[in-house]
């Protein structure tokens, strides 16, 4: 692929894809394997080790629903296969239609016939890291092409809901000042009976707070994105901030951070949803 952390597999790929060696005489699966359990009303007798294909077989039922648009097998049959999968601990089943695209191209890539172009691949892995799938987190890598050390970036949503708190509080205190300057109509609205009470309360009174504290919040801050990482130096995750506060712009889409831990200069950029650790600086 034309970017340069492509070489590298998703970290979840070797654990999806299915063994290359089927056991037929022998299962080597642990003594609470299903294979050596015989089925009801059966004589006990050798059977397939179930692990091996299992793998290879969950990914022909999503490709064929996502691709084809067509089901190769009924629904209970699906859910028994999806049973028997996370069973072994497998999330093959549990993949959106881009995940499942991903993994085929990547799988593709390496048997030396390749699905997509590497525009194409590197726009919808971005996608997907934009999405917060788990698929695409590779952790801390470095790249023989470009000799540089990359690490992924994810979005910390808690962090951006802790910026919406102040103007929550804001819109909590206009509200109960708002009821007091109407004698406490407010709080006889709240108290009416079921069902208006519960109506008043989750369709005007809460959308009325939630609406006036995003207003204050992107007042103050504009186009807000949170970021965090672990460094490709010592692997301490690191935050950044993009954005606008109060019209001061934090820089772009690249803002360089410093480790808390080893203090190692780190490149963020919002654009790749990437951490480059910097070469210092030639005396």
């Known amino acids: ?80 296969l999806k049973e028997e999968l996370m069973w072994e601990g497998s999330s093959v089943v549990m993949l959106s239609a881009d995940e499942q695209k991903l993994l085929e191209a990547s799988m593709a890539y390496v048997s030396g016939n390749p699905i997509m172009t590497d525009e194409e691949f590197d726009q919808l892995k971005l996608r997907l890291k934009k999405e917060g799938s788990d698929i695409v987190q590779e ?15 994810t979005v910390d949503y808690f962090k951006m809901l802790l910026l919406n708190v102040p103007a929550a509080v804001v819109a909590l205190t206009l509200f109960f000042f708002l009821d007091d300057l109407t004698g406490f109509e407010i709080t006889l609205l709240l108290e009416l009976p079921e069902p208006f009470s519960f109506i008043f309360t989750w369709f005007a009174a809460l959308p009325l707070i939630f609406w006036v504290a995003q207003a204050i919040t992107n007042v103050i801050v504009k186009d807000f994105l949170i970021l965090k990482g672990p460094c490709p130096n010592c692997g301490t995750e690191n935050l950044s901030f993009f954005g606008t506060i109060l019209s001061v712009s934090s820089g772009g889409s690249k803002n360089s951070v410093k480790c808390t831990s080893c203090g190692t200069t780190l490149e963020y950029d919002s654009a790749s949803r990437l951490i480059t650790l910097l070469e210092p600086a030639e005396a």
């Open 1 to 80: 692929m034309a970017s340069d952390a492509r070489l590298s597999l998703p970290c979840r790929l070797p654990s999806l894809l299915p063994p290359p060696v089927l056991l037929l005489r022998r299962c080597s699966c642990s003594t609470g394997c299903r294979a050596h359990q015989p089925p009801r009303g059966a004589a006990s007798g050798r059977r397939r080790c179930p692990r091996a294909p299992a793998a290879g077989a969950g990914l022909a039922p999503p490709r064929a629903f996502y691709y084809d648009q067509k089901a190769i097998m009924s629904n209970e049959e699906f859910d028994n």
């Open 139 to 153: 952790g801390p890598r470095c790249s023989l092409r470009s000799r540089k050390v990359y690490s992924d970036l």
